[in-house]
């Protein structure tokens, strides 16, 4: 199911797919829900997948948002879909917004999963090439110029198969972001931090990251595991930037097991 609610003077597109415990997904920068396809076809439960402010199909804030206020977005989407609480995926500038709803609205997030992120602009940087092809959007908008920077920005199983990228270019294309919308998320980013706060995380929580990610650097995934107190941290070998969708079975089993942790004891509305 597509569709849509409204916050304040945000219109927030989103889908909701499955049954069972739900589970809600954040996206990366720019990236519309449909690019998390693969993964939420594959994870039990009922998952809710959402275009951010300036992302997809939903509306361009006036200026740029905080994170925050995006959290707050997130938190508006499960009230309006009646969840007292779920788990929560959040995939590289997704795993920001994540990290701000659970520090913003603990009482919302049962477990939580961090993939291939960081703690904002106290992150260990990544590759200089790759935070250079990350200013522009040209990726969403020119499949040639996707597969082009593709290998060098995403690593991994990308930058040894290219054509892995040819699935996602018509999604890309589809739902690209504006200019300003995906400014207006890096800019978010960009003023924003966890770093002295992740130690007021009490959930559960799997760190996912890769030793081949150009953008999020592993150390980051370690710094974030160490950080938050009731955390575990998995490295996958050899995966780039998008293993949460080209090591779908790896990363799912992982992201199983561990929720399946707690199912026993859960409450779910």
Same mark, same amino acid.
């Given at each position: 199911?597509?569709?849509?609610?409204?916050?304040?003077?945000?219109?927030?597109?989103?889908?909701?797919?499955? +049954?069972?415990?739900? =589970?809600? $997904?954040?996206? &990366?920068?720019?990236?519309?829900? @449909? #690019?998390?396809?693969?993964?939420?076809?594959?994870?039990?439960?009922?998952?809710?997948?959402?275009?951010?402010?300036?992302?997809?199909?939903?509306?361009?804030p006036?200026?740029?948002?905080?994170?925050?206020?995006?959290?707050?977005?997130?938190?508006?989407?499960?009230?309006?879909?009646?969840?007292? +609480?779920?788990?929560? =995926?959040? $995939?590289?500038? &997704?795993?920001?917004?994540?990290? @701000? #709803?659970?520090?913003?609205?603990?009482?919302?997030?049962?477990?939580?999963?961090?993939?291939?992120?960081?703690?904002?602009?106290?992150?260990?940087?990544?590759?200089?090439?790759?935070?250079?092809?990350?200013?522009?959007?040209?990726?969403?908008?020119?499949?040639?110029y996707?597969?082009?920077?593709?290998?060098?920005?995403?690593?991994?199983?990308?930058?040894?198969?290219?054509?892995i990228?040819?699935?996602?270019?018509?999604q890309?294309?589809t739902?690209?972001?504006?200019?300003?919308?995906?400014?207006?998320?890096?800019?978010?980013?960009?003023?924003?931090?966890?770093?002295?706060?992740?130690?007021?995380?009490?959930?559960?929580?799997?760190?996912?990251?890769?030793?081949?990610?150009?953008?999020?650097?592993?150390?980051?995934?370690?710094?974030?595991?160490?950080?938050?107190?009731?955390?575990?941290?998995?490295?996958?070998?050899?995966?780039?930037?998008?293993?949460?969708?080209?090591?779908?079975?790896?990363?799912?089993?992982?992201?199983?097991?561990?929720?399946?942790?707690?199912?026993?004891?859960?409450?779910?509305?």
């Amino acid at each position: 199911m597509i569709d849509e609610f409204r916050h304040g003077r945000a219109r927030v597109r989103y889908s909701v797919e499955g +049954s069972g415990p739900p =589970v809600l $997904l954040c996206n &990366g920068i720019g990236a519309p829900f @449909e #690019l998390l396809q693969p993964l939420r076809s594959a994870l039990a439960g009922t998952t809710i997948v959402w275009d951010a402010p300036g992302a997809g199909g939903s509306s361009v804030p006036l200026r740029p948002p905080s994170m925050r206020y995006v959290a707050e977005i997130a938190a508006a989407l499960l009230d309006h879909l009646g969840h007292d +609480s779920v788990n929560l =995926v959040g $995939l590289s500038w &997704g795993g920001l917004t994540a990290q @701000e #709803l659970t520090l913003s609205y603990p009482h919302l997030v049962r477990r939580l999963v961090l993939a291939a992120t960081g703690t904002g602009w106290t992150s260990v940087p990544g590759d200089i090439w790759a935070l250079r092809a990350m200013l522009s959007v040209r990726r969403y908008t020119s499949p040639e110029y996707l597969l082009q920077v593709g290998p060098g920005l995403y690593g991994g199983d990308i930058a040894r198969d290219p054509t892995i990228l040819r699935q996602q270019a018509f999604q890309r294309l589809t739902h690209a972001p504006s200019t300003i919308g995906y400014w207006w998320q890096a800019t978010s980013a960009a003023w924003w931090t966890s770093l002295s706060r992740l130690a007021r995380i009490s959930q559960p929580t799997l760190v996912i990251a890769a030793d081949d990610d150009p953008i999020a650097h592993v150390q980051n995934g370690r710094i974030i595991a160490r950080r938050i107190p009731n955390a575990h941290l998995e490295l996958i070998e050899g995966g780039g930037h998008l293993f949460l969708l080209t090591r779908v079975d790896e990363s799912v089993a992982l992201i199983h097991e561990f929720l399946s942790n707690g199912s026993a004891t859960d409450d779910w509305k």
